[in-house]
């Protein structure tokens, strides 16, 4: 006696079963994740992002950026950008601000599996690299207070993965999907934004000792497609402050757009010289990560020293994309001045799928 459920076959009941329950987990999953839709913008950044965006939509310009009625100059357009199609397209609301957002990191789970699939081979494994990827404590509550991490963390894992087919299959087409992924993702954060990927591709090839492909054309070209990719931003950034010198930003005149968003941005925050400044603690990543991956977080700890240990006995089917990627991005943040809990958002789906190999591991051990 058998139905979409059950078999007379053990073997067959376990498989059914278990595929059952991830689809049911992982639909709960994305419920939860679309729960914050209709609750109001916190702020105060999601308020300040979506008046922002507002005032491009209201003003029908979209290159110059407005906050509190005076020019903004910190984070890059791309955010601002999506948000006001949404705008454009549903309104001007609350729920039209985050829901750009909440797909843009379903589209993260999405290439989240992907790159799963494709580095183990398993499909459990894919599937619970989503879910635990979007039952972390943190990529919840960037989904309710919505700023730049869903469309950052999505373009990071999205560029990885097409940059991964790239090197892997030789394609000029996932060359230029890897670049575009990083130029959005370095206009959402800054140049920062291509540690990341550049660790992850990069540690791949250096730990593999594949010198070949480390030195590959491809990486120069992908690298002139990316600022191909990013001069919207260029010009916007110049349009707005490189052309007027006589604005007044931070205090002062003369300030150029270019140099902000290339240095003061990105390397003014990591080493505290720049206009905007903060205090950082080597720690906080640290136990700041304890809470924001739950309920995930010590199985995280286990997993990476694990694949560590694993990496160093050169034990097979070890992938240096997600560690690496991980571990260069984490110590960069530590490293920084400038430090928000928030910041660790963008490794979430490489700690996912560290987690997940690591608990397929131990299911068969």
């Not at 059952?20 to 994305?30: D, E, F, G």
């Not at 290159?63 to 910190?74: A, K, P, S, V, Y």
């Not at 730049?148 to 060359?175: D, G, M, N, R, W």
């Not at 010198?211 to 990719?229: D, S």
């Amino acid at each position: 006696m058998t139905n979409a459920f059950f078999t007379t076959s053990p073997g067959r009941f376990s498989l059914m079963d278990s595929r059952s329950l991830n689809k049911l987990l992982l639909t709960l999953a994305v419920a939860v994740n679309f729960s914050g839709l209709f609750l109001t913008i916190i702020g105060p950044d999601g308020t300040l992002y979506a008046a922002i965006a507002k005032t491009m939509v209201i003003n029908g310009n979209y290159i110059e950026m407005f906050g509190n009625g005076t020019d903004w100059l910190d984070k890059p357009h791309f955010p601002f950008w999506i948000t006001a199609l949404s705008f454009k397209l549903f309104g001007i609301n609350d729920w039209s601000y985050k829901l750009p957002a909440v797909l843009f990191m379903m589209l993260g789970a999405w290439y989240t599996w992907k790159l799963a699939m494709r580095l183990y081979q398993d499909r459990t494994i894919a599937d619970w690299s989503v879910l635990i990827l979007l039952t972390a404590e943190h990529i919840i509550l960037s989904n309710t207070d919505v700023r730049a991490e869903p469309y950052l963390t999505t373009t990071i894992v999205a560029s990885v993965y097409h940059f991964q087919k790239a090197y892997t299959e030789k394609k000029i087409i996932q060359l230029i999907a890897g670049s575009m992924f990083a130029a959005f993702a370095v206009m959402t954060k800054g140049i920062f934004a291509i540690i990341p990927i550049g660790a992850a591709i990069g540690g791949q090839l250096l730990f593999t000792r594949d010198w070949k492909n480390i030195f590959h054309v491809r990486w120069l070209i992908a690298g002139i497609f990316i600022l191909l990719f990013i001069t919207p931003e260029l010009y916007a950034l110049y349009y707005q402050f490189d052309l007027h010198p006589e604005k007044t930003v931070f205090g002062q005149k003369g300030v150029s757009g270019l140099k902000f968003f290339f240095w003061d941005s990105q390397f003014g925050r990591f080493f505290n010289t720049g206009p905007i400044k903060g205090k950082g603690d080597p720690s906080f990543f640290f136990h700041t990560l304890l809470w924001a991956f739950l309920p995930w977080s010590l199985m995280l700890y286990a997993a990476i020293y694990t694949r560590i240990k694993n990496g160093i006995q050169q034990k097979p089917a070890v992938d240096w994309y997600t560690i690496i990627a991980s571990l260069v991005t984490f110590l960069m943040f530590s490293l920084s001045k400038f430090q928000l809990p928030h910041y660790l958002n963008i490794v979430f789906p490489f700690f996912a799928i560290i987690t997940a190999n690591y608990i397929s591991q131990l299911k068969n051990t």
